[in-house]
C-alpha cells in the first residue's frame, strides 16, 4: 500500500479528522523560519556562509535554513569541472569540495594526485561542514552528470541537498519547499534527455540543463493536486491540514503494530497542503510587469527585446505560480535584484475571500557588493498540536568511513528533510517516462499555446496529467502498491538519495538520466567512446526491454538523440528487436 493511500484510508475510516472536524486557526501552533536565500552561487560557499554569520551577530537571529537559486557548482574534483558550461577562465574548483571530503581516512575526491598520506592529511585540513541547512537547485552552470544521477533530491554533501530536476520537500516537518532546475530553452523543452556521460559532447552538455516540460508537467500534477485538497477541506485556513484525533494516537501509531501514519524519528509526518516557498533559476515570463519593470530595463536596457516579447523567462511557470500561490517565489540566473507581487484574485488559500499574493524576488550573483543575499521570516502554521522539531536537535554529522563518495550512515541535515509524499506518488507514476521526457497532449492546465508532445501513441506510452489528476479526483486517493512495504514510509520519505530512493521504491534507475558512471569514467582523459556506447545501449535496453515506445515513436527518439551528436555509429544495431 503506497504511504499516501494509508494516509487517506485512514481520514475515510476516521482515524483522522473530516474537514468538519480540522484545526481552527485559533488551535495551530506557529513557527516562523529565518531564511537566508541567495542568488547564483558559482561556488562561493565560503563568502556565502559568511554572509550568513554576520547577519547573525548584527541581527541576534539565528538562521534556520539557506535556500540557492542555482548556479551553485557543486564541483568535487577537476574531473567534474568537464561537464560543466563555463569558459575556461571560470573554470575552479571552488569552495564545495571542501564541505564534500570527509574526516575519514578515504582519499578526498577533492584530491586526484599525490601522496595518500598527503592526501589524508589535506583531508583533515580541509573538510567543514556545512554550517546552515543548505538547499539548492540546479543552473546552467552545473556538474552537471552528478546532479543527473540525483536527479530526484538528496545530499550530496552532509548538510548540502539538491531538491532534483524538480522537487517538493518539507523541512523540520512544517516548512514545504518546491523547486524547478535549470533554464527555458524552447528547442529542448520537449527532447528526451541526452545521452551521458555529459562531458563527452558538448551539445549534450549544454542540453542537460535545459527544462524539459515532464518536469514542470510533474510539478502541475502536485499542485492540482494540492489545490483539490484544499478545496474538499472547504478552504480552511492556507496551513491547516489533517492531524490525528488525541484519543486515537495509539490507534495509527506505527510502533504499535499499524502502518498507517507517516513517522519521522519519535513524530508523526505532517501533511502540509500548500508549498510555502518555490525555487527556480531563470525567471517566469511576464513577471517583470508585476513589479518596477522601467527601473529593471534602466539597469538592464538589453533586457528590453525579451521583455516586450515576453520571452525573458520560462514562459510556463507564471502560470505554475498561479497554482501554486506560494507565500514566496525566489529565482536568480539574471545577476540583479527584482522584486514583483503577483495577486491572485482567484483565491482558494484561505476562507477569508481576501486578495492574497506570492512575493517574487530575484537576486544577484555572490560578489563583494549587496544584493546576492537576503534574509526574510517566514511563519507557517504546526498542525499536530506540539512543537516543531528544532533545527538544533538534528544528529551531529557522524565519523563513519564514506565509502565511494557515498554518505555516512548518518549525518548534519538527514533528519531536517522529507519528501513530499504525494510528490513520492508523482514521481513513481512518472519514473517510467521521465529520462524520455514522454508527455501526454496539452494539459488542461497548461498555459495557453502549449504545444503537445508528439509522444502520444497510447494512454500507457507517456506520463498523463490531465489523467493522473482525475484518477486522483475520482478515487480520493491511490490504490495499493505492492512493493511499498509498510513499514518502508520513513525510508522513502527520508531517502537521502535518489539512489536510496529507487531503492526504497524498487524502481531501476530512469537510465540514462540516472545512469551510475563511476568516478574513474569521470576522466576527460578516459576511454570516452566506451562510456558513450555504454549510455547508448542503457537507452536501447530501457525502451526494448520496457516495451514503451512504438517504431515511430523510437526513431523520433532516435533522431532527437542523433541531433544533439550521438557517440554511436547508427549502423549498430539500436532499432527495437
Same mark, same amino acid.
Not at 113 to 121: H, I, L, M
Not at 469 to 487: K, L, M, Y
Given at each position: #500500500?503506497?504511504?499516501?493511500?494509508r ?16 484545526i481552527?486557526t485559533?488551535?495551530v501552533p ?6 537566508? *536565500? ?21 541581527t ?15 564541483? !568535487?574534483?577537476?574531473?567534474?569541472m568537464?561537464? #560543466? ?10 569552495d564545495?569540495? $571542501?564541505?564534500?571530503? &570527509?574526516? %575519514? ?17 589535506? $583531508?583533515?585540513?580541509? /573538510? ?12 546552467? /552552470? ?12 538528496g ?5 548540502i ?8 520537500i @518539507? ?19 520537449h !527532447? ?18 535545459h ?7 510533474? =510539478? ?9 485538497e484544499?478545496?474538499?477541506?472547504? &478552504?480552511?485556513?492556507?496551513?491547516a ?54 527601473? =529593471?530595463l ?12 515576453n ?11 498561479? =497554482? ?17 507581487? *503577483? ?15 506570492? $512575493? ?17 521570516d517566514?511563519t *507557517?502554521?504546526?498542525? !499536530? ?20 563518495? %557515498? ?14 509524499p ?7 507514476? %512518472? ?27 497510447s ?5 498523463d ?6 484518477n ?6 491511490? !490504490? ?8 518502508? @514510509? ?24 540516472? #545512469?551510475?558512471?563511476? %568516478?574513474?569514467?569521470?576522466?576527460t ?10 549510455? #547508448? ?31 554511436? $555509429? ?8
Amino acid at each position: #500500500m503506497s504511504a499516501l493511500h494509508r494516509f487517506f484510508t485512514n481520514r475515510e475510516k476516521g482515524l483522522m479528522p473530516k474537514p468538519s472536524e480540522r484545526i481552527t486557526t485559533a488551535t495551530v501552533p506557529e513557527k516562523t523560519f529565518h531564511v537566508a *536565500v541567495q542568488g547564483c552561487s558559482h561556488g562561493e560557499l565560503n563568502r556565502i556562509y559568511a554572509a550568513c554569520s554576520d547577519h547573525e551577530k548584527q541581527t541576534g537571529k539565528k538562521i534556520d535554513l539557506l535556500i540557492c537559486c542555482g548556479d551553485f557548482q557543486c564541483v !568535487r574534483n577537476e574531473a567534474d569541472m568537464a561537464s #560543466m558550461v563555463v569558459p575556461d577562465k571560470y573554470k575552479t574548483l571552488g569552495d564545495f569540495a $571542501s564541505y564534500y571530503t &570527509n574526516l %575519514s581516512t578515504n582519499v578526498p575526491l577533492s584530491t586526484t594526485t599525490g601522496n595518500t598520506s598527503d592526501q589524508r592529511q589535506q $583531508s583533515f585540513q580541509q /573538510h567543514r561542514q556545512a554550517p546552515y541547512l543548505t538547499i539548492f537547485i540546479g543552473g546552467n /552552470h552545473e556538474n552537471s552528470d552528478w546532479l543527473a544521477e540525483e536527479s530526484y533530491g538528496g545530499f550530496v554533501a552532509p548538510n548540502i541537498y539538491y531538491l532534483g530536476h524538480s522537487g517538493i520537500i @518539507v523541512v523540520d516537518e512544517m516548512l514545504c519547499i518546491g523547486g524547478l532546475s535549470g533554464i527555458f530553452k524552447d528547442m529542448d523543452y520537449h !527532447r528526451p534527455y541526452p545521452s551521458r556521460p555529459y562531458w563527452s559532447q558538448e551539445a549534450a552538455k549544454r542540453s542537460a540543463y535545459h527544462v524539459r516540460r515532464i518536469e514542470v508537467q510533474k =510539478l502541475q500534477a502536485f499542485m492540482s493536486i494540492l489545490r483539490n485538497e484544499r478545496i474538499l477541506r472547504g &478552504n480552511a485556513h492556507h496551513d491547516a491540514a489533517v492531524q490525528p484525533k488525541p484519543q486515537d494516537v495509539d490507534a495509527i501509531n506505527p510502533e504499535n503494530g499499524t502502518s498507517s501514519s507517516f513517522n519521522s524519528a519519535s513524530t508523526k509526518f505532517f501533511f502540509p497542503l500548500r508549498v510555502d516557498i518555490m525555487l527556480s533559476h531563470d525567471w517566469p515570463a511576464g513577471i517583470t510587469k508585476y513589479g518596477d519593470e522601467p527601473q =529593471l530595463l534602466r539597469y538592464k536596457p538589453y533586457f528590453k527585446d525579451e521583455v516586450v516579447r515576453n520571452e525573458l523567462g520560462n514562459p510556463h511557470t507564471l502560470e505554475l505560480l498561479r =497554482l501554486v500561490q506560494p507565500q514566496h517565489w525566489f529565482a536568480g540566473h539574471l545577476h540583479c535584484f527584482f522584486e514583483a507581487k *503577483v495577486p491572485h484574485r482567484e483565491n482558494i488559500s484561505n476562507g477569508s475571500g481576501d486578495v492574497t499574493s506570492t $512575493s517574487f524576488t530575484a537576486l544577484d550573483k555572490c560578489s563583494k557588493g549587496k544584493g546576492f543575499i537576503d534574509f526574510f521570516d517566514i511563519t *507557517v502554521s504546526h498542525p !499536530r498540536g506540539g512543537a516543531a522539531r528544532d533545527a538544533s536537535s538534528s544528529p551531529p554529522p557522524s565519523s563513519h568511513t564514506r565509502e565511494s563518495g %557515498s554518505l555516512p550512515s548518518d549525518f548534519a541535515g538527514k533528519h531536517r528533510i522529507q519528501r513530499h509524499p504525494l510528490w513520492v506518488e508523482v514521481l513513481k507514476a %512518472s519514473h517510467a517516462y521521465v529520462s524520455r521526457n514522454l508527455c501526454g497532449p496539452a494539459s488542461r492546465r497548461n498555459p495557453p499555446g502549449d504545444p503537445p508532445t508528439a509522444h502520444a501513441a497510447s494512454p500507457s506510452g507517456f506520463f498523463d496529467l490531465n489523467r493522473f489528476v482525475d484518477n486522483w479526483n475520482r478515487r480520493g486517493g491511490f !490504490r495499493e502498491c505492492a512493493e511499498v512495504a509498510s513499514g518502508n @514510509v520513513e525510508a522513502i520519505l527520508g531517502a537521502p538519495t535518489t539512489s536510496a530512493l529507487l531503492s526504497a521504491l524498487h524502481l531501476h534507475p530512469a537510465e540514462p538520466l540516472q #545512469m551510475n558512471i563511476v %568516478s574513474d569514467a569521470i576522466n576527460t582523459h578516459g576511454p570516452a567512446a566506451t562510456s558513450k556506447a555504454t549510455g #547508448m545501449r542503457a537507452l536501447k535496453r530501457e525502451k526494448t526491454e520496457g516495451d514503451l515506445c512504438s517504431a515511430s515513436d523510437w526513431k523520433e527518439v532516435k533522431d532527437a538523440v542523433t541531433t544533439m551528436g550521438n557517440p554511436l $555509429s547508427w549502423t549498430e544495431d539500436l532499432s527495437p528487436t
